[in-house]
């Protein structure tokens, strides 16, 4: 067996005190990790996400007055470590909810604050975003400002989550009565239609086609579809936000430069995996390559969450600092490949059955390469691919 002192933990040594990673550290280790390949393989199902929002991982940075806990960012992101490297697909899903949740409770709309900021921060009401559409250099998807209603129109290549969630923060660009593109994006909270799952995998309306569900290699088990919308009418009361194009871009900028925890989480995971098969099965060599992924890790951790936190008390050194942090997510990209990788090649045949943790990790590596990408994060990863 591998020693206490092989395993990575977090990155935050005080995390492990805290009675909320507690519960989830549980919740990973006896819910998650046994049905991973199960929810990967058949999808994951709405009362899989109240259970987690049960444990309080979905309310855990936003107020405590709101149902929340206020945590820190070393408790948000163990946290993130433990769902993403117990499940990816539970991971994503619920990565879905925490933006919707942050600009409802930012919005000066108040009557939608108050409707809604509770039930996300609990957990109660699940949600669910669509905005990577924006980052394209041509758009087909747009919002028309009618006064008292917006009509939507176009198409959403997938929306993850769309079947299971309550509301949907859609994000789109303004399109004026005469047809031309504004440069302003608005935010709306929409409440998708109610599906059955047990009985339809799609949706098909005058004004709105949803579904079924794509035939995704990696992450398949998300629920994520595509949505079509023909004059779908919002209520001007779901307004969010309403935002120059120019200063979007940039604020998402910022936060997409930053390494994602759950990149950490999964290569933590395969690590750890890859340490104890070297125990068991005792390999040599597979100890080696473990101890060097590790030690990698640790060192890549520290500099990536050491720079976050720089640049998110400084909106001044985030901008000063977009290439230098979006090297480090590349190469933490990078990294998880790399141990997924190992696990694979460790595991043998097995490793190709689709009940394989590691033919997993490998696929929800792959996944994340192109998860919140950018340009400049994929000329980043071309580097490390090519080098």
């Given amino acids: 067996m591998s020693s206490v002192a092989d395993v990575i933990g977090p990155a935050d040594p005080k995390a492990s005190e805290s009675g909320e990673v507690s519960v989830i550290a549980d919740f990973a280790a006896d819910t998650l990790v046994p049905h991973a390949n199960r929810i990967d393989q058949r999808g994951i199902r709405r009362p899989h996400l109240d259970e987690l929002a049960a444990t309080g991982a979905l309310g855990l940075p936003f107020p405590t007055a709101l149902g929340g806990s206020d945590a820190g960012p070393g408790i948000v992101r163990e946290a993130?470590?433990?769902?993403?490297?117990?499940?990816?697909?539970?991971?994503?899903?619920?990565?879905?909810?925490?933006?919707?949740?942050?600009?409802?409770?930012?919005?000066?709309?108040?009557?939608?604050?108050?409707?809604?900021?509770?039930?996300?921060?609990?957990?109660?009401?699940?949600?669910?975003?669509?905005?990577?559409?924006?980052?394209?250099?041509?758009?087909?998807?747009?919002?028309?400002?009618?006064?008292?209603?917006?009509?939507?129109?176009?198409s959403l290549d997938w929306v993850t989550n769309w079947p299971l969630a309550d509301v949907v923060l859609i994000e789109g660009y303004r399109m004026?009565?005469?047809?031309?593109?504004?440069?302003?994006?608005?935010?709306?909270?929409?409440?998708?239609?109610?599906?059955?799952?047990?009985?339809?995998?799609?949706?098909?309306?005058?004004?709105?086609?949803?579904?079924?569900?794509?035939?995704?290699?990696?992450?398949?088990?998300?629920?994520?579809?595509?949505?079509?919308?023909?004059?779908?009418?919002?209520?001007?009361?779901?307004?969010?936000?309403?935002?120059?194009?120019?200063?979007w871009h940039h604020a998402n900028s910022l936060i997409a430069a930053?390494?994602?925890?759950?990149?950490?989480?999964?290569?933590?995971?395969?690590?750890?995996?890859?340490?104890?098969?070297?125990?068991?099965?005792?390999?040599?060599t597979v100890a080696e390559a473990a101890a060097s992924l590790r030690s990698e890790l640790l060192d890549l951790r520290a500099r990536a969450y050491a720079d976050a936190d720089l640049a998110s008390a400084d909106p001044?050194?985030?901008?000063?600092?977009?290439?230098?942090?979006?090297a480090l997510r590349a190469a933490a990209l990078d990294l998880n490949l790399r141990a997924a990788t190992a696990l694979v090649a460790a595991s043998g045949g097995g490793a190709m059955m689709l009940s394989s943790n590691a033919q997993r990790r490998a696929?929800?590596?792959?996944?994340?390469?192109?998860?919140?990408?950018?340009?400049?994060?994929?000329q980043a990863s071309l580097g490390y691919l090519t080098d």
């Fill in 176 to 247: 004026s009565s005469s047809g031309e593109q504004r440069d302003e994006i608005i935010s709306l909270l929409v409440e998708p239609p109610k599906l059955d799952l047990v009985h339809s995998n799609q949706m098909d309306r005058d004004d709105l086609q949803a579904g079924p569900s794509l035939s995704l290699a990696a992450m398949g088990g998300t629920q994520t579809w595509p949505v079509s919308f023909a004059d779908f009418r919002v209520s001007g009361e779901q307004l969010v936000s309403r935002v120059p194009a120019t200063e």
């Fill in 258 to 284: 930053d390494a994602n925890p759950a990149s950490f989480g999964m290569a933590r995971a395969s690590i750890n995996e890859l340490t104890e098969l070297a125990a068991t099965t005792n390999q040599p």
């Fill in 363 to 378: 696929r929800e590596a792959l996944f994340l390469l192109v998860q919140g990408q950018t340009a400049d994060l994929r």
């Fill in 80 to 154: 993130t470590e433990l769902i993403a490297g117990a499940c990816g697909t539970t991971w994503f899903c619920a990565a879905q909810h925490r933006t919707p949740t942050k600009a409802v409770l930012g919005t000066d709309n108040v009557l939608l604050h108050d409707r809604w900021a509770a039930r996300m921060v609990s957990g109660k009401a699940i949600a669910a975003i669509a905005f990577a559409h924006l980052r394209r250099p041509t758009q087909r998807f747009w919002i028309r400002d009618e006064g008292d209603q917006f009509l939507l129109n176009g």
């Fill in 316 to 326: 001044q050194m985030a901008a000063a600092t977009v290439v230098e942090r979006t």
